[in-house]
């Protein structure tokens, strides 16, 4: 094997993987040790590497050529695709030790680890042979004594099993967007991963959740408090709250239901009433609603408003008073693109479309995808049998629907993982 033989693994987080063809696959997230018996270190057996559709899968450490702090070069170009999952002897080496409050057995000096190097043999083993450690001082503006010593000179790193602390992971994963901390949380442990959930704040949680599968927002949700998932819940929009709710027994349903605001929880339980797979069990109840009177200048400055997702703020819909959902009667919408076009100080009422029938809450999806793809939309508005808006499908809810309920577990090419054959050795 090409390449240094010691390795400080830190540096190798984010570095990107290689065919032997030179074709980026995937970039280095961990490293996977093997526990001993003995109190011999731990053996390196491999690297857990993200591919495409955030997938992380295992490198057997014989698979590789060359590793070096800039790039990480495989022998092989197939790779077993099944997601990796971590065996009860192995450890994470940056998930489950960085941060880990030890102590220094010369000196007896406490600290944290920074860094874990990983040192090959002459008979081609890689172990876990040295620990950078940052000694505390006690003092907030002073850093440390940055010591490196063997493993087997550093207290504190047996029992390492879920020891990264649950402040240092959140410092990494807080500049994530919340799709990609999602996929981080599904690969924590249970107990880490409802750690770190709980540390979030409502608003923030109520976004990782929406872009989780539906069993492990179950999961997390029924490990906090009922105050706090209503909370959650409360911060949500109103049909991924529906969606998640939905999911639970109905005597719990109404429990989180009750603890939620009236105002939160009135739109919410209006949703649930409607029939699976129809537009009102999709739609949103809060699209952006304006009266006619309103102008140009006032529908541009509410779509620009941060909270508003791209499929939200395509469009504005146009109505009687009241602006909320149930609205007065439904009078037409106007697309982004048109009021770009006119004079600020125009009226909504003059400018306003209608030609395309609106949904209603009992049109099934397969019509509702047609009709948008008919028509090249991104969101349809629903009305009720008295003509009133009481929400609206945008693209994104009719794609959470059609797509199988395990499509994130599934690779680029939208085939389950489960099927796909084993190309190369163990599976980490």
């Known amino acids: 094997m090409s390449t240094p033989t010691r390795i400080y693994i830190a540096r190798l987080a984010g570095v990107a993987v290689f065919d032997p063809n030179g074709d980026q696959v995937g970039r280095v997230r961990d490293a996977v040790a093997r526990l ?42 197939t790779l077993n695709l099944r997601r990796f999952e971590k065996r009860p002897n192995e450890l994470l080496v940056l998930q489950e030790l960085l941060d880990r409050r030890v102590q220094l057995e010369s000196g007896g000096q406490a600290g944290s680890v920074v860094d874990v190097a990983m040192e090959c043999s002459r008979g081609g083993e890689w172990s876990l042979a040295r620990v950078a450690v940052r000694e505390q001082t006690g003092r907030l503006t002073r850093r440390g004594h940055l ?17 990264r602390g649950t402040a240092n992971l959140l410092s990494v994963l807080e500049d994530m967007r919340p799709a990609d901390l999602a996929n ?54 109103p049909d991924d709250a529906a969606d998640l ?17 009236p105002g939160e929880a009135d739109p919410v339980r209006q949703l649930l009433k409607y029939t699976p797979g129809t537009a009102g069990s999709v739609m949103t109840s809060e699209p952006v609603i304006l009266p006619p009177d309103a102008t140009v200048a006032e529908a541009l400055a509410r779509i620009r408003e941060p909270q508003l997702s791209p499929a939200i703020a395509a469009q504005v819909f146009v109505s009687r008073a009241p602006m909320t959902t149930p609205t007065g009667r439904y009078l037409g919408m106007v697309h982004f693109q048109r009021l770009l076009r006119e004079p600020p100080a125009d009226l909504l009422g ?32 629903v009305i009720d049998r008295s003509n009133r808006l009481v929400g609206a499908v945008t693209v994104d809810d009719v794609l959470d629907h059609l797509l199988p309920r395990d499509w994130r577990d599934r690779d680029a090419a939208g085939r389950p993982f489960a099927a796909e054959p084993a190309l190369d050795g163990a599976d980490g």
Do not use: K
């Open 147 to 163: 010591h490196q010593v063997e493993w087997e000179r550093v207290r504190g790193l047996s029992g390492i099993a879920d020891s």
């Open 184 to 237: 981080a949380l599904q690969d924590l442990p249970d107990t880490r991963r409802n750690e770190i959930a709980a540390a979030l704040d409502d608003e923030r949680l109520a976004d990782v959740l929406s872009e989780l599968p539906e069993h492990d927002q179950v999961e997390i949700l029924a490990a906090l408090d009922r105050e706090r998932a209503a909370d959650v819940l409360e911060e949500m929009d």
């Open 36 to 77: 001993r018996p003995t109190q011999r270190p731990p053996e390196v057996v491999g690297l857990v590497a993200e591919m495409p559709m955030r997938r992380r899968i295992f490198l057997s450490i014989n698979r590789i050529t060359s590793i070096d702090a800039d790039a990480v070069v495989l022998g092989s170009g």
């Open 245 to 261: 709710l939905s999911e639970l027994p109905p005597p719990e349903q109404d429990v989180l239901l009750d603890l939620m605001q």
């Open 350 to 381: 003059g400018i306003v479309v209608n030609d395309i029938d609106p949904l209603r809450p009992t049109t099934p999806l397969p019509e509702i995808t047609r009709r948008m793809a008919t028509y090249d939309l991104v969101a349809m508005p």
